[in-house]
């Protein structure tokens, strides 16, 4: 994923992307972060739940417009199945 | 998620971008045989449900996976507010239409091609093919990976400008002498469809 998030930003299209494997984004160096500690297959969260997938998005959407360096990584506090969202 | 491994190094030049590091860890061997295709694919999966199962055994299998590495990292200013911006949806998710050609489950480097998706399909017009992670849940509710429902109410709140008329998906897992092509060929190819949409800012979800 990282990879391809690269190249699109090296074209002059401002990228950001959810990770759920930190090492890989560590390595891969992707523009524009944000990690959850969560299952694979599960990046914005549990089937159904509407307001974990916004938080998710809520959080990427604001990395995307305030990062003014590349290659953020900003760790979401978010717990799996332990957090309650609005 | 299984994206970017690579059994091979130095091969593969990024202009601008820096020198490629090489990380010489034991490969994580993930793959059935081609001989045992059908096995390997059973095998797979099992595993791919463990890890969900237990997700400290994925996050140790994924500390053993040999990826590509960088020190330098393009970026690209945002140039408006995302209220106005047009979004395009990129995952690794192993998404594609039911009517479209599944990806290539029976290669162990993995599918580096892409499907365009629609943004305004409708969820069960949608499908997952990936061996490597379990989808299980989001066979349920594709937005998990994919989240194509809460952005178009991001839309609706206003939130995000609008979005561009083509989503993509890819699979993950995308090995050895794949990797080229993903980059040269098929990312390359998304980029030029991007620009052809004017869209300004892309989100990459993983499975």
């Known amino acids: 994923m990282g990879l391809i998030q690269r190249v699109v930003e090296e074209h002059g299209i401002a990228t950001i992307g959810v990770s759920i494997v930190r090492k890989f984004s560590e390595e891969v160096r992707p523009p524009r972060t944000v990690f959850v500690k969560w299952p694979y297959g599960h990046p914005l969260g549990e089937p159904g739940h509407v307001n974990q997938h916004r938080a998710v998005l809520e959080n990427a959407f604001d990395l995307l417009e305030t990062a003014s360096e590349p290659g953020i990584i900003r760790d979401l506090p978010y717990k799996w199945k332990r957090e309650t969202y609005g | 998620m299984f994206s970017y491994l690579l059994d091979t190094h130095g091969s593969i030049k990024f202009p601008n971008q820096g020198k490629i ?14 001989a045992m295709a059908g096995v390997g694919r059973l095998k797979n999966r099992l595993i791919a449900a463990l890890f969900t199962r237990f997700p400290s055994l994925g996050t140790k299998a994924a500390q053993k996976v040999e990826t590509m590495a960088f020190d330098a990292t393009p970026f690209t200013r945002m140039s408006k507010p995302l209220s106005e911006a ?20 029976s290669d162990p480097d993995g599918d580096p091609t892409f499907r365009v998706i629609n943004s305004g399909a409708r969820v069960d017009e949608l499908m997952i093919t990936h061996d490597y992670y379990d989808h299980t849940d989001a066979d349920r509710d594709i937005n998990i990976v994919f989240p194509i429902e809460r952005l178009r109410e991001l839309v609706s709140g206003k939130r995000i400008g609008r979005l561009a008329p083509r989503f993509y998906g890819f699979m993950g897992h995308i090995q050895g002498r794949h990797i080229k092509s993903l980059v040269d060929t098929y990312a390359a190819r998304v980029v030029a469809m991007l620009k052809e949409d004017g869209v300004d800012v892309a989100l990459f979800t993983p499975g």
């Open chain 2, 86 to 105: 047009n979004l395009a949806l990129i995952t690794t998710a192993g998404v594609h239409l039911r009517q479209d050609t599944p990806f290539d489950m």
């Open chain 2, 21 to 34: 590091r090489e990380n010489n860890k034991n490969n994580f061997n993930f793959r059935g045989t081609a």
